[in-house]
């Protein structure tokens, strides 16, 4: 395939600086959601790019330092879970994005993103959603990764605070073990209160007293 598809068709419509973004972490039960926005050299990526999701952990490490040290920029946006329930998923994860546009060196405004999913409102640039863009564009891959191992990093440090929930394994994401121990031990301050079954582990715990 082609990974620079669509920052080739940014330059032909007279784009200069194109960036990457995309999260990681949206459905979880607990934890921030994590945006990364990240500008390549056009025609230069690390071997072995593809959506982080193609990938194991071990090759997102490997890949993770070749794309900081390749990349002309790159930022991160970090959206905790009170906010997650304060705003609404779709609103941190925004929220996130444009912390990651904001995180950039200072000189390195893009004048185009390129983004996974669905359009963000409002953006400060001009945009490309890219439905499956992780799929199909080497920045959006880039981005990607980056937001996956900086999410991940952040649980297994969080799973050394609260380690009855085994954050380092499950990253947070609904399964049985996690259910298990929210339902045993009710949630910690990384939880979601506004997702369902940690709002039900909430009604619970008030019933029982």
Known sequence: MDWWQEERAGWEAGYQFIAGIDEAGRGPLAGPVVAACVTLPFGKAPAGLNDSKQLSPAQREDLYPQIIALARGWGVGIVDAETIDR????RATHLAMRMALDALPPGLLPDLALIDGLPVR?????????????????????ASIVAKVTRDRLMRAYDLLYP?????????????????ALAAHGPCPLHRRSFRPVAASLREQAANG
């Open 87 to 90: 705003l609404n998923i779709l």
């Open 122 to 142: 409002p953006f400060p640039i001009d945009q490309i959603a890219l439905v499956k863009g992780d799929s199909r564009s080497a920045s959006i891959a880039a």
């Open 164 to 180: 009855v929930y085994g954050f380092a394994g499950h990253k947070g994401y609904c399964a049985p073990s996690p259910l298990a």
